[in-house]
């Protein structure tokens, strides 16, 4: 077996395109520096909204297959290359949104029994041994089953982990702080005559929005904001990004900042010191 690096950190998505707008920069800046980077994306997001009217005849498994196309585009663009779907390509199909129908998919991953997916999680942790993990808070950021159910699935095996003598040293949630927000927001609608984007999103549209003191950590990527751009290019179903410009679009086409400074809360294990952490893994003497 080939030697990892001595830092090693892992991420727990819901969906292709989710790492990239979450953890672009942190994905590249620690990739960069040599850390091994491993992403596991629970499922293919199958039941997304194609935005350009050229792909919208994906659907289902057709628009599964592409999508994992574009993940593989968008990590090559961060520098990773440990890059899994949860349980293998299909395990887990995608929920759709909270409420509706889809949510009663037997084969969906919110349906999923936790353990059993959990399962498949901690084969990884065993084998790369990560010291950190990032992954959502309880409401998944804003309250999508899928996200929801990672989260459940990330924080359940980091504990069957331990138990089994493969602890994760340190856990965070993302966060963006409320200030950070407000301002992003304040300088989009300052740009929007420039943008192709008629009108921008709510602050409160912006998935893991807390107060300011929440937050324990701050990674700054601005050196590697181009590779998360360029990731978040590469999932074109999901994601319209501004030509030259730090702002983005979904498929209900409201306006969004690019966060290239992105923010976490510690959960569990020790801040590496008082102030706010800028290395996820401080205080562990990688």
Not at 107 to 133: K, S
Not at 219 to 240: L, N, P
Not at 253 to 266: C, D
């Amino acid at each position: 077996m080939t030697e990892l690096p001595a830092r090693r950190l892992l991420l727990v998505h819901a969906h292709p395109d989710d790492e990239s707008i979450n953890n672009g920069a942190t994905m590249a800046t620690y990739a960069a520096e040599g850390a091994h980077v491993t992403l596991v994306t629970c499922t293919l997001g199958e039941r997304g909204e194609v935005i350009p009217p050229a792909l919208r005849h994906l659907t289902g498994a057709a628009l599964g297959k592409h999508r994992a196309g574009e993940l593989g585009a968008a990590t090559g663009e961060l520098g990773v290359g440990d890059f899994r779907l949860l349980g293998g390509a299909g395990r887990y199909r995608d929920s759709g949104m909270m409420g509706t129908s889809d949510n009663d998919d037997p084969d969906c991953f919110w349906q999923a029994d936790v353990d059993d997916a959990a399962g498949h999680l901690v084969e990884v942790i065993r084998e790369v041994r990560p010291q950190v993990l990032v992954t959502y808070d309880p409401d998944g950021g804003y309250g999508h089953p899928d996200h929801i159910q990672a989260h459940r699935v990330a924080m359940r095996a980091a504990q069957l982990a331990a138990d089994a003598g493969q602890s994760i040293a340190k856990v965070y949630w993302n966060r963006v702080p409320r200030t950070v927000v407000e301002e992003g927001f304040a300088r989009l609608r300052d740009a929007l005559p420039e943008l192709p984007f008629a009108e921008t999103a709510a602050v409160g549209d912006v998935p893991g929005v807390v107060d300011d003191g929440r937050i324990t950590t701050a990674i700054d990527g601005t050196a590697h904001a181009a590779a998360k751009t360029a990731a978040m290019r590469a999932h074109a179903t999901q994601i319209e990004v501004a030509p030259d410009k730090p702002y983005f679009v979904l498929s209900n086409y409201l306006a969004q900042p690019i966060f290239t400074t992105e923010y976490y809360e510690l959960v569990q294990g020790e801040p590496g010191g008082p102030a706010t952490e800028t290395d996820l893994f401080e205080g562990l003497g990688l």
